[in-house]
């Protein structure tokens, strides 16, 4: 066992100086020798005779056979003497002349057309060049790839949605209506609208499930930390029972979109970081999550509750993951420093919230105090409160004034004589009553009073004057 182990050790000592070729072959055999451990200088050394030659082949390195000799388990390799050394010298030589003949080649040819390269490269479009240059570099020719296909994508995606769900639904309308016509006869005008209607449903439908498939829903990932902090006996413990979460949460969404493996599309799992506070019966705490979804189902990579001590520290319970994802990339940080602020600003807000409504209150009274100012306003005015007229209200006003100053009074003196007899009529009867009721005295002086009524109602009143008149 130890003369193999020494003889493999010398062999690799040995083709391991013979590179890997198709064509170099050795003038003259490798001999390998070994000596004892506690032999000195190189007289004692025994010969086992092996011969060391490079098979041709593809990727393949050089072979050894050795003949079967005694040898002792002590016995160590060491170098070969100087005709071996020549030989491997020119062995190597030959192999490098033949390894390195396309590299010498190949730079000669580059200096070469390195002038004329140059001249044609700076002439291309800049496009042009960045696509050469990316070529040049297969890792940069990826991501130039990845980037450009995802920049595509984020900007036409909805058409792209949009396009598929339309021919979606055409090609199950045509499918559908096919396929139901030859079983059944019915009106085409009924058929095809009806399997229209079926087909739009059916795709709508179809979207509407891949999208609660593939995307991430803030809502959905907070009811399932809530089942499992509701559920955990050590949580319920510390805290008490029941707990109940806040809507006041803050979430990083990352994730999603479209990358490139090689040269095949991928879409990225999407991931959710979370906080909001959660309150039990005996504490208070803080919940930090982080969620993945992982074809089509939710896992959580981190679920952590921090709860406060009574020596004023904080207590950590993890439910999912540990303190190495929970201080990775620093998110639970940035988040939480931000969102414990607002949440102490909670009463600020609720009165800034009272005084925002006490005015716009008080705006909307002013406003509707100057809807009515306005109306007010259009009203016409009588002439008493500085009212005006339009020039053809003063024209009708002048025309009838005229027309009221010339025909009026000799239609008002029938009128007035009418009037006149009807009051002395009355006069009359109201003095035979009372003459009547009166003693001998007081019908003595009748004649006087019923001549002072007489000549009371012959006196004629002026005639009126004036527009309204």
Avoid at 161 to 174: D, E, N, P, S
Wanted: include cysteine.
């Amino acid at each position: 066992m130890g003369r193999q182990q020494a003889l493999a050790s010398a062999v690799r000592q040995a083709t391991c100086l013979l590179r890997q070729s198709q064509s170099a072959t050795l003038s003259e055999p490798v001999r390998i020798f070994v000596r004892p451990a506690g032999s000195q200088g190189p007289q004692q050394v025994a010969e086992y005779g092996g011969r060391v030659s490079l098979l041709t082949g593809l990727s393949r390195t050089a072979w050894q056979t050795l003949p079967r000799s005694p040898a002792s388990e002590a016995h160590r390799f060491f170098s070969t003497g100087p005709a071996e050394q020549s030989a491997l010298a020119k062995a190597r030589q030959a192999v490098n002349s033949i390894t390195h003949a396309p590299g010498r080649a190949a730079k000669s040819a580059s200096k070469a057309l390195s002038g004329s390269s140059n001249a044609v490269y700076s002439r291309l479009p800049r496009q042009a060049q960045k696509l050469i240059t990316s070529a040049s570099q297969p890792g940069q020719l990826q991501k130039a790839l990845g980037l450009q296909a995802e920049a595509f994508w984020q900007a036409h995606r909805r058409k792209f949605a949009l396009a598929a769900c339309a021919l979606g639904a055409y090609f199950l309308w045509k499918t559908l209506f096919g396929v139901t016509s030859i079983f059944v006869n019915l009106s085409e005008t009924m058929a095809e609208t009806g399997f229209l209607a079926l087909a739009v449903a059916l795709v709508a439908f179809l979207y509407l499930y891949l999208r609660r498939k593939w995307g991430v829903n803030a809502d959905t990932v907070y009811r399932n930390a809530m089942y499992q902090l509701n559920t955990n006996a050590g949580v319920l413990e510390v805290m008490g029972a029941p707990l109940a979460g806040s809507d006041v949460r803050a979430y990083v969404s990352s994730g999603g979109g479209l990358r490139l493996k090689g040269l095949l599309p991928r879409f990225r799992s999407r991931r959710l970081q979370m906080i909001f506070p959660l309150r039990g019966s005996d504490r208070r705490g803080l919940v930090s999550l982080e969620a993945k979804k992982l074809h089509g189902t939710y896992r959580f990579k981190l679920l952590a509750v921090d709860v406060p001590a009574a020596a004023g520290a904080e207590q950590r319970i993890f439910l999912e993951g540990d303190q190495q994802i929970y201080a990775r990339g620093g998110v639970m940080g940035e988040l939480r420093d931000p969102f414990l602020r607002a949440l102490s600003l909670k009463e600020v807000h609720e009165e800034e919230d009272e005084m925002d409504d006490a005015a716009q209150e008080a705006e909307e009274l002013q406003a509707e105090r100057i809807r009515e100012a306005e109306l007010l306003s259009r009203k016409p005015k009588s002439m008493d409160e500085g009212g005006g007229m339009y020039a053809h209200e003063r024209a009708y006003h002048s025309a009838r004034g005229m027309w009221q100053r010339m025909f009026a009074p000799a239609q008002a003196e029938p009128a007035a004589e009418a009037h006149q007899g009807q009051e002395a009529a009355r006069a009359s009867d109201q003095a035979s009553s009372t003459a009547n009721m009166l003693p001998g005295d007081a019908q003595q002086q009748e004649p006087e009073g019923k001549v002072a009524s007489e000549a009371a109602t012959n006196t004629k009143p002026p005639a009126p004057w004036g527009p309204g008149s």
